[in-house]
Structure formats: C-alpha cells, structure tokens
C-alpha cells in the first residue's frame, strides 16, 4: 500500500504529496485525515495522509509512525482543504491545519484512556487507567483502534504547559469483592459495607472525603481488587453557569414565510443559498432557532457562524436555553483547553449545533444540515492571515458536500450577497418591520461643523448631550460608538510641527493615558509618556483627536455621577471580559455602553433608547472604494441596538459629511435607496461586484527592491493575461512600512479570466526562494 503525504513545510516547491510505502502493520489501520511521521531528507516530520493507493513500491521510504489512530481530519474536510488551497493560492498544509484546535498542532503528550473496567491490554495497562501512547507497540495499533471504536479506550493529548485533559475517577465494588476481604480491617470493612448501599459508582474524592479514607488503605483495596476505577473525561463548558431560558417568541407573517420556505428547501434538498435581508430587531434568530430545530428532528446537524466574540454570549445563551448540551461553542474567546474539549464533543457526535466565529465553519460535523451566517456582511469571515479564506465561500463549498442550505442574514447585505439575491443566485427573503413591533429610532444626523461655528469643541453635539440629559433622568441606556481606540489619537509638537511616530511602520503613535504609553496599533511597538519634542526639545507637544478613553473622561465630566461601561480591545483583553461587561450593561449596572464597531451588531438590550454615533467619518475617509459601504453598514448597525423593545426612541449621528448618500441614508434606514446608488458608483470604477478583484502585495525589507520586483509581475501579468482584465500598479500604499517591512500592492480585475489560477502559481513558483514576499489575495477586503 502507498500513501501520499503532504508534509509540515510551508516551501511552494514541497506544496505536493509525496509517496510513502504502509509498513504492513499499518495496513490495517491508516485512513485518510491522519497525522503520520515520515523520512524526510534528513530528519522525520509530521505529514497528513491525503491519498492510499491499493499498489506497492519497495522503492519508496517507509512510513515511521503513525501519530493518529482517528483519523485527526474527515474525509470531507481533507477535499475541502485541497480546495481551499487552490483557490486562495494558499500552501495545502496551511488550510489543513486551519481546520484543526491549537491543542492537535501544539507540543503535547498522547495518552490512551481506558475508559471501561474491562481487561484490555494487560500488558500496558496492568491496573493504571492510562498510559503514554509512545508505550503501545506498533504491532497493537490496529487492537487499539478496534478498542477505540468498541468505546473501551480513547486517545487525548496532554498539551505541555498549556493543557491537561480533565477527567474524573469513580469508583465501584469489583464482582470478585468478596474473595478478598479481611474481616479484621475495620476501615476496609466500612468501605465495602458503604459501597454496598451504593447503586451507582461514586467519585473517588466524595468516597476519601466521606469515610475519612487515607491513600494508603484506598490503595490497598485497589491493589487487592476489592475495588475498580472506571475514568470519564471531563469536558470543560465555558458555559456550565448559564442558567434561565428564552421565550418561544411567536413568528410574525414575514417571519413564518421566510422560516417555511427554508424549511421546505431543506427538506427537499436543494442546496439553495438564502439571503434573509431584515431590518434590525426583525427576528432574523427566532427564525434560525427554528430552523434548526426542524434540523435535528430530521436527524441532521447545523452550524452557526457569528462575526466577532461579542456578539457570542447572547447568541450562546440562546441557543444552550432552546437546545441545551447539544450545543458546542467554538471561538478564539476559549482558552486552549475549553476549545479542544469543544472539538472532541464535535467529533464524538454527541453534539448537533456549533456556534462560533469564523474558524467553526471547519467545525468536524458529519452530517451538515443548514450553515447560518449572521451578519454575513462582515469583514471578520474573511482571514487576514495565510490561508485567505473566507467563510461564506466556505460554507457553500461544504453545504454541497452534505446537500445542505445555507442561511445568509443581515440588515445590511453586502453589495455582492444582494446583488446575486437580486439575479436569483440567492433566494431573497426580506423582513420589513420588527418583530415587537416597534417603531424604528427616529434618527437625525448632526453637523459638526456647525457645532463648532457655535463654539461647542466637544465630541458631543448639543443635541446629543441634551437627550443623553434626558435619558439619565428617565433611568434609560444609552449607546455611544467611536470606532477608534485609545486617548490622543496622535502627538504633535507646536513649535516644530513634529509628529512622534512608530520607528518600525509609517504611521503615528496612538497616546493611551490610562497605561501612560505611546502604541502603534499595527505592529504593537510601544514607548513611553513623552513631555518634550525628541526633534526640538520644546515643551508643546499636543494630543490631536479622540479616541474611546478620551471619550470616556470627557462623559464623565460632562455629567458627574454618570456610570460608563468602555469596550474596546484596551478593556477586553483578558477571557471573558466582553460576557462581564455585556452583562453589567444588561444588569443597568451602567447608563452608557461606550465602545468601537464590537458593540455595533447583534446586542440587544431592552432599555436602550438613545444611540450616538460620535464620528460617523471614521471610515468614511478611509481611502478604499467600500469606505461608503462599510459606514453605511456601520451606523445603521449601532442604530438598530436602539428602541428594540421601546418605541420614541432617537439617534444622533454625528458627521462633518452631513449630505454624504452613505450617512443620509443610513439615516433614513434606506438599503436599497444606498444600492442602488453605490452600484452606480461600482459599475463605473469597475469594482465589485460587476468585477473579480485580486490582490497581489509585493514586501520587501528594501522599498526599491519590492517595487522593482512588483514591476516585473506587473509585466508577466500583461503579457500572460487576457486584454480584458485590467491590472493597476504597483502602486504605494497609505502606510507602505509596516513592521520594518515595506509593502506594495498590485491589483486585478477580471470578469472571467481562464489563465488567471495558472499565471499566479507560476509567481509563487518564481518567487518561493527569493526574499522578496508575495503574498496572494482572492477575496481582498481592503485595498492597502
């Protein structure tokens, strides 16, 4: 037998299976999706099984070890990654580990449980309940795997310094008890006098704790065979404490047409994508609870994807209330240990909904239902990082590998989603109006400029300031965002003009007074306090602009008495501190809930009547061509959290930009009025969604090199592409270095371009061992 191997090395020209001979003890037990150690040059390292031919080859080198006896990857999810690789260009053993918990990729100890009292492999075991995987010969494997699948043993890794399995010792009267009692052993006697009363096994820390038991006579029992331990893992549940439960809300009519047209869809397997396009409160969740309920009644499973941790202890608490520990939760809020444990209950199948953020589209279900994507417009479903994915695409390619419905819902749909809503690529449902029925926020926009004609300075419009007065005294919430962090957002010297800036990136020093440093927000350098200019040495240095800390003092000298809850990343560092203040702020622990975008979606909080949006420019000035749809986006979002459950409810928002179309409609809670609008704007730019875009950036340490190297791509790509597409660059972007690195960035646009997968991989090739980088984008958020 032949295996192909993909190995653990991010080089292009290794990004291909390479064959192994199967050991023939082996034979009976390697599968696709497993982790195994191979001959490689020199050394061995770690490779996944991606492929077994029934053939033989005495040529080959051997397979050393395998390091999975379960298969660590469905064969599902190994297609999936051999996909995933060549659309985004991306290295195939980079998407296969993108698909697995940090605890599999992590330095660990393997351990095999036993997890009955039956007498399998004596010879390891021989009275202990575990013992070091390393320990098992490799003549056993395929009796190891056997007893796995049997429920009798299992397999855990023990990740050093991060991670320890929990699991609990019960303990029980063996069947031969009574072969070995000394009559004259009083403690021994109780023991076994307690556990007959005893129906069920007990713990082995209760049975010590109630009897008064020492170690040594508990191992006297143990050791004479009076008594058996029996060991149950112990999963960790970051959310074993949430109590209470969710009312069935009853479905209004758009509700109940949009939720029995998914519902049939499913049932009669058509594979369709549904964009449900509802307003903000229009009871998008109800409909995905229910949804999914009909799911597991039909004997299947569902994933729900959310955009970012804040939105998640809502979501979660709705969910484990409708369907308590059928529910896993995978996002990067876990600790090591709780997402692991999350993964195995996946991949045991006792589990039928995940939710999560973007990686728990690889969540390892079997037998995929419906994949619901709320908020599918945002830009946290797309990752940054090798590989380039992007979760929407994803959940279609695994919804037709299990001839499942895909869900994708929004107040604000992407241009693209809607877009093929309107072609009937996607069957659009739309809900229109709140499932409390209550009204929308009056909302009206605020001319800063005029503020400040009439000398208000502050970041808070009369207005604003005069209904947040109003809102105090009625003992209701408000909501205030500001999509920047910080205190000063720079500072500038007066005297000599200097702006202190990062020494590794082009781009100023956010001041944070709180810690009293000096950050750049990119690349995490920080320095401390300064009093005087390093150019000038002068004494008149001055922080420019507001960021979420400087907003906060500012609140509280405006209205003495006030309590203020601040999120942003300088406030939610540490686990669980976005559940803490979400809950403070539903607890009226707070009368303002201050924060960046992650308070903008999906909160909802019942006396919340006052929403202010203190700069809606902020990403308005942003050079790149979705500026407009992603403040449009913003700011009807934040002003959907207000008058949920009330009606009068207001929202002010703040702009130096008051007849921009993106704000003026936000304003007016008009979606298809901005469409249509920036879709003209698109067709005219040649921007998506009437064009593909794909980003090439070139990094270099040296800017000349990079840009020379980008030229030269730039003439490969005219002479191997088509007339049709349209390539701009390479051209420097608003920030060109960033961590000593200098970047620039080619883009193309295409409609269909054939030679386009081919001419990108033949760049990879040409550039793998030069030390300029390349780094390839197919689904590209932002231009640089």
């Not at 991949?347 to 619901?372: C, D, E, H, M």
Request: proline share 3%; hydrophobic share 40%; glycine share 4%.
């Amino acid at each position: 037998m032949i295996a192909e191997v993909i190995v653990d090395v991010k080089v292009k020209n290794v990004n291909r299976p390479f064959s192994y001979s199967v050991p023939e003890i082996f034979k009976e037990v390697i599968e696709l999706g497993m982790r195994v150690k191979v001959p490689f040059g020199s050394r061995e390292i770690l490779g996944y099984v991606v492929n077994l031919k029934n053939e033989e080859n005495e040529d080959l080198k051997m397979i050393s070890d395998l390091l999975d006896i379960t298969p660590s990857l469905t064969e599902e999810l190994l297609k999936l990654a051999i996909k995933m690789a060549e659309e985004t260009s991306s290295f195939l053993i980079s998407c296969i580990q993108a698909m697995l918990p940090a605890a599999i990729k992590a330095k660990y100890v393997k351990k095999v449980i036993k997890l009955t009292n039956q007498d399998v492999l004596i010879q390891y075991f021989n009275k202990k309940n575990e013992v070091d995987f390393d320990m098992i010969a490799k003549s056993d494997y395929a009796l190891v795997k056997k007893l796995i699948n049997s429920g009798d043993l299992d397999i855990i890794y023990e990740v050093k310094d991060k991670l320890k399995i929990k699991y609990d010792t019960y303990v029980l009267l063996s069947n031969h008890f009574s072969e070995h009692i000394n009559k004259n052993a009083k403690k021994q006697t109780e023991v076994i006098e307690y556990m007959l009363t005893l129906n069920e096994p007990i713990l082995k820390n209760q049975l010590l704790k109630y009897l008064n038991l020492s170690n040594s006579t508990y191992k006297t029992l143990l050791d004479k065979q009076i008594i058996e331990e029996i060991v149950n893992e112990v999963y960790r549940d970051p959310y074993s404490n949430y109590e209470g439960s969710f009312p069935r809300h009853k479905m209004n009519d758009e509700q109940e047409f949009a939720y029995t047209e998914i519902v049939n869809s499913i049932k009669e397997a058509q594979e369709e994508v549904f964009l449900l396009h509802g307003i903000t409160g229009s009871g998008k969740t109800e409909i995905y609870l229910n949804v999914i309920e009909d799911v597991i009644h039909l004997g299947r499973e569902a994933i729900m994807l959310v955009p970012e941790i804040s939105l998640t202890p809502q979501i979660v608490k709705r969910f484990k209330a409708r369907f308590g520990d059928l529910v896993a939760v995978l996002h990067s809020g876990l600790s090591l240990g709780e997402k692991y444990d999350e993964w195995r209950k996946i991949r045991s199948k006792t589990i039928k909904v995940v939710v999560g953020a973007r990686s728990a589209v690889f969540a390892p279900l079997t037998n995929i239902g419906i994949i619901i994507i709320d908020e599918e417009h945002e830009s946290s479903y797309k990752q940054d990082e090798m590989p380039k994915y992007h979760a929407v695409e994803v959940a279609k390619d695994r919804a037709k590998n299990h001839h499942a419905t895909v869900i994708l819902g929004s107040a604000t749909p992407s241009l693209e989603s809607y877009a093929r809503a309107i072609k009937k690529v996607y069957h659009l449902l739309e809900l229109t109006k709140r499932a409390t029925n209550s009204n929308l926020p009056h909302a009206e926009i605020v001319n800063m400029t005029e503020e400040h004609k009439y000398g208000n300075l502050s970041i808070v419009s009369d207005k604003l300031y005069k209904a947040i007065i109003d809102r105090l005294s009625k003992n209701e919430q408000i909501i205030l965002l500001l999509n920047r962090r910080g205190y000063d957002n720079f500072l500038m010297c007066r005297s000599c003009g200097y702006t202190v800036m990062c020494k590794n990136c082009d781009i100023t020093l956010t001041y944070h007074k709180s810690t009293k440093k000096l950050k750049c927000h990119y690349c995490g350098y920080e320095e401390t306090e300064i009093s005087k200019c390093p150019k000038c040495g002068g004494e008149h240095l001055k922080g420019f602009g507001y960021g979420t800390e400087k907003v906060e003092e500012e609140l509280y000298n405006l209205f003495p008495g006030v309590r203020i809850i601040r999120m942003d990343v300088d406030t939610t560092g540490n686990k669980g501190d976005h559940e803490r203040l979400l809950e403070a702020f539903e607890h009226k622990e707070a009368d303002i809930l201050l924060g960046t975008q992650m308070i903008a979606k999906g909160l909802d909080f019942e006396d919340v009547t006052l929403v202010g949006v203190l700069s809606a420019d902020t990403v308005l000035k942003l050079p790149d061509y979705k500026s407009s749809e992603k403040t449009f986006q913003l700011v009807t979002q934040v002003a959907g959290r207000a008058g949920r459950h009330k009606d009068h409810s207001d929202v002010f928002i703040q702009t130096y930009n008051p007849e921009h179309y993106s704000i003026v409609l936000a304003a007016e809670n008009n979606y298809k009025g901005f469409f249509n609008q920036e879709m003209k704007l698109r067709k005219i730019g040649k921007y998506v969604p009437y064009y593909f875009m794909t980003q090439i950036v070139v990094t270099d340490e040296n800017f000349s090199e990079a840009m020379k190297e980008a030229n030269k791509i730039v003439q490969y790509l005219i002479a191997n592409l088509s007339n049709e597409v349209i390539i701009l660059g390479p051209v420097v972007p608003q920030i060109k270095r960033v961590n000593n690195v200098f970047q620039t960035q080619i883009i193309i646009k295409y409609k269909h371009e054939p030679n386009l997968k081919k001419a990108l991989e033949n760049i990879l090739i040409t550039y793998n061992n030069k030390k300029v980088n390349i780094i390839i984008d197919m689904y590209p958020n932002f231009l640089l």
